[in-house]
């Protein structure tokens, strides 16, 4: 038997109207540098019209990229909602991508019009002449844009187009918008979201089951609209009817405490390191961060001592999730079970996440088999769902995929409630003497310690074993704590073959374009001999 109900496709635009329509008073606030700039979303909507008609008048068609170099702010906005809207497939490129990955992903996603930063205009002239798919460039804001030939500049073009658009019926299943992996090893690759994954991607945010985002809240955007879609938070806080605050470019530790004091705001998203930052900079200046209600926090492992530190002083929790580009990203948020508080969610909340509804994960170990959901059988971590991806965008990548299902390259468990554990990244594990450490636990417990700051673990060669874990170190100012006694610190918190004997304390742990660990710098370094090693004795008492 068919049901009886209507059919209406899953698209953007229907977030945008709504948005629109119904949430008229909600802002969009953009920090200046000096002061903030404010628009309701009323007056956005006029202008996202504007910007489809203007790009129209530009030659985009449906199915043409529109690429953005943008940090975020009230523009990069108006691109999420007109682009996709007007059936064109909104790129977002990452603004710290090397120069060659920069020019490889406006060439394979063929970008016919870039809307550029002035800000960041030299970044892309630098390769924008050998991507022949670029017919026009328009660039938002105040800079020198003389390094790029025939510019339009964002608010000209606006100036020159009317309100209104015809906005077209498109199927669902056509792609909306593109982001590009950031591409650790290999050429980075594509993953192109649907209307629909968008659409079911936004409405799982708001619930109260994974991130529930409400009118009621002031959303600090510090994650990049060029990552993963800002973790789709601008979608969810726009069909709810959430205030926007938009930090362009200004995403240290200074400024972002700033903004948080001023602005107050309710809910954030960013990966640890930025809240980590923010934390010694609020400690260290008397800050008040207590506007939040919430901040949620992923991308890479949250250390337990971030989590309990903003709780104790400021009374707000931070919640873990995890995700990745091909899940757009929401894949798992750590919200404990009904019931559990206190002492007794820790366990829960110091892992990656329990399944967001509408994922399913699942664990498969080394032989392809599917292993049990206890919590304690390791593999690979695979999921689907509607808003995980299928495939790679014009790259075929049969490895990545089984069955149906997406192979995410994270090692880890799944117990019976759906909480997921990830101990590593399969290219991160250590594996010594036929076992394996995860160097994410070994980070986690280093990163208790009050005198460290942030400590990444990589394995490094070695005869006996095949290889051993080097812990490379920063500690906090004014500390002179020895390898020694870090060592001594780790027996008895991790099994005694996992503490490492080779130590080297550095002054910052190199990061990723998206902040992230850049586990492959700290190996390299290694390998050259620039890094300085300082021994504890090895692994004496073997495994036994
Ligand atoms: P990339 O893989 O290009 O760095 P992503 O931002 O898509 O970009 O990264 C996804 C990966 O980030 C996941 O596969 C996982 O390894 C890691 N990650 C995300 N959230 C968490 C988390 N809460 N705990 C541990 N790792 C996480």
């Known amino acids: ?43 956005v909507g006029g202008r996202v019209e504007r910007l489809a008609n203007a790009l129209r008048g530009l030659g985009v068609r449906e199915g043409d990229r529109v690429g953005t170099f943008c940090f975020n702010h009230q523009e990069h906005v108006e691109a999420y909602l007109a682009v996709p809207s007007m059936g064109a497939v909104l790129h977002t490129l990452n603004v710290r991508l090397f120069p060659e ?15 550029c930063d002035a800000a960041v205009a030299p970044l892309l002239a630098r390769v924008v002449h050998e991507c022949p ?17 025939e510019t339009i500049g964002y608010e000209e073009l606006l100036d020159g187009a009317a309100e209104g658009f015809d906005w077209p019926d498109l199927d669902e299943h056509e792609a909306a918008a593109m982001c590009y992996t950031s591409g650790t090893t290999g050429n980075p690759k594509g993953v192109a979201y649907t209307h629909r994954s968008m659409y079911l991607h936004s409405l799982a945010s708001t619930s109260s089951v994974a991130l529930g985002i409400a009118a009621s809240d002031r959303i600090l955007v510090v994650v990049p609209q060029f990552h993963a879609n800002a973790w789709g938070i601008p979608y969810a806080g726009w069909l709810a009817g959430a205030d926007l605050i938009m930090p362009r470019h200004f995403l240290q530790a200074e400024p972002l405490v700033k903004i948080i004091e001023l602005e107050r705001p309710t809910f954030a998203g960013a990966v640890p390191t930025i809240w980590n930052e923010v934390l010694r900079y609020a400690e260290g200046h008397g800050s008040d961060l207590s506007s939040f209600r919430a901040i949620v926090c992923g991308g890479s492992a949250v250390p337990r001592s971030l989590i309990e530190r903003f709780e104790q002083l400021y009374g707000v929790p931070i919640i873990q999730a995890w995700g990745m580009t091909e899940t757009s990203p929401l894949g798992a948020v750590a919200i404990p079970p009904r019931g559990v508080t206190g002492e007794e969610a820790w366990p829960y909340r110091t892992k990656a996440g329990r399944v967001a509804f509408g994922v399913e994960a699942r664990i498969v170990d080394g032989e392809g088999s599917v292993a049990a959901r206890d919590g304690e059988s390791v593999g690979e971590i695979e999921v689907r769902g509607p808003w995980v991806t299928g495939a790679y965008y014009g790259d075929d990548a049969p490895d990545r995929f089984h069955d149906g299902w997406l192979r995410t390259g994270d090692v880890g468990t799944v117990d019976e409630l759906g909480f997921l554990a990830i101990t590593d990244r399969t290219k991160d594990v250590i594996k010594t003497g036929g076992e394996w450490i995860s160097s994410v636990e070994l980070e ?87 890094l300085e090693v300082v021994s504890t004795g090895g692994p004496s008492s073997g495994r036994s």
């Open 133 to 149: 798919t670029v017919e026009r460039i328009v660039t938002v804001g105040e800079g020198d844009v003389s390094s790029l030939s």
């Open 1 to 43: 038997m068919r049901g009886t109900m209507q059919e209406s496709p899953l698209l953007i635009r229907e977030i945008f109207r709504h948005g629109q329509q119904v949430n008229r008073t909600s802002e969009i606030v953009t920090f200046e540098g000096g002061g903030f700039r404010r628009a309701n979303f009323a007056e």
């Open 444 to 530: 986690n417990a280093l990163m208790a310690h009050p005198d460290v700051f942030e400590a990444a673990v990589v394995a490094v060669p070695d005869q006996r074993w095949d290889e051993r874990p080097l812990a490379c170190v920063v500690l906090r100012e004014g500390a002179d704590t020895r390898a020694e006694e870090l060592a001594d610190y780790l027996r008895g918190r991790v099994a005694r073959w996992w503490v490492p004997e080779k130590w080297s304390f550095i002054g910052e742990v190199p990061k990723t374009s998206v902040g992230k660990f850049d586990k492959k710098v700290l190996r390299a370094e290694f390998a050259k001999g620039d």
């Open 101 to 115: 990955q920069l020019r490889y992903v406006i060439d394979h996603a063929e970008d016919k019009v870039v809307i």
